[in-house]
């Protein structure tokens, strides 16, 4: 069985599937709600561990209470261990309220204010531990920090979820073996991104990009995948359900195009469903 380790932001995410957006001052009436534990890391790893592999997620948790408690029951049903990084009693895991429309099957994201957690507890045995791959998601930048010589230090796969362009975007890319990233992560365009990734010494990286598909570069070989042609009910979490698809068949295989198919595969199958799990149990 492969293990992955996965660093990243916890969220509570609270759900709204609409038929269309409400205009500006509008109201609608939602189809349906939830409250759904989210983040990319998290999200990954719970698709890593539905996928048949071994996924540690370590994320704060902070205080106790009810959101806590959702969370951790939550991935404790699917099978990831959870470590708790978070020193802080006050620290609370943020709520992000998500609307989807099922007209369109996009969404709009509103992430809480709260910042990553500061006061940390030592994460240095978890990277003794004998994973296959380590997923970075650009959150919880003080605990990368912290143990920024451990994770150079990791002698297998690194992988960045870049979702966004952050000031300290740079910082992750580094610490990367195989960056897959998001079109928005493009601040300086396709060439731009790829002219980095040289200057790096990063020889393979993807590039997701909704309904156009992806494209992926390998050493000296390059190419595009087509999207998977399915009737988009919610896209919310189908790129950490990417990730986390592509890790296990990484790990399984080591082949870098393969993973990106299998993952485009299981992410479009995602986004027939609302939410991040019920595609799991069809």
């Known amino acids: 069985m492969s293990r992955a ?36 890391s998290l999200n990954a790893a719970v698709t890593f561990a539905h996928l048949g592999g071994d996924a540690t997620l370590a994320s704060s948790m902070g205080a106790p209470g009810l959101v806590r408690d959702f969370v951790t029951d939550d991935l404790n049903a699917h099978g990831v261990d959870l470590r708790d990084i978070c020193a802080d009693p006050d620290y609370i895991i943020p709520l992000s309220t998500v609307v989807s429309t099922r007209s369109l099957g996009t969404r709009m994201i509103v992430n809480d204010a709260q910042d990553d957690c500061a006061r940390l507890k030592n994460g240095a045995d978890l990277f003794a531990s004998d994973f296959d791959l380590i997923q970075l998601d650009q959150y919880e930048r003080p605990f ?78 390059s190419g595009e995948i087509p999207a998977v042609s399915v009737t988009a009910v919610d896209t919310m ?8 698809a592509f890790c296990h068949a990484f790990t399984a295989t080591g082949n870098f195009v393969e993973a990106l198919n299998s993952a485009n595969r299981i992410a479009a199958i995602s986004c027939e469903t609302a939410g991040t799990r019920i595609w799991m149990h069809g």
């Open 144 to 221: 990368v920090e912290q143990h920024y010589d451990d994770i150079r230090a990791f002698d297998r796969p690194v992988i960045l979820d870049g979702g966004g362009w952050k000031d300290w975007s740079p910082d992750f890319l580094r610490l990367a073996y195989i960056p897959v990233v998001s079109e928005v992560f493009l601040v300086k365009g396709r060439r731009g991104f790829a002219e980095m990734c040289a200057e790096m010494g990063l020889s393979r990286w993807a590039i997701t990009r909704g309904t156009n598909g992806l494209i992926w570069k390998d050493g000296d070989t």
């Open 5 to 40: 380790l996965f660093i990243g932001r916890s969220v509570l995410d609270v759900t709204a599937l609409v038929e269309d957006f409400p205009g500006p001052d509008g109201k609608t009436k939602a189809l349906s709600n939830d409250l759904i534990p989210g983040g990319s």
């Open 237 to 244: 979490g189908a790129g950490d359900i990417f990730h986390g």
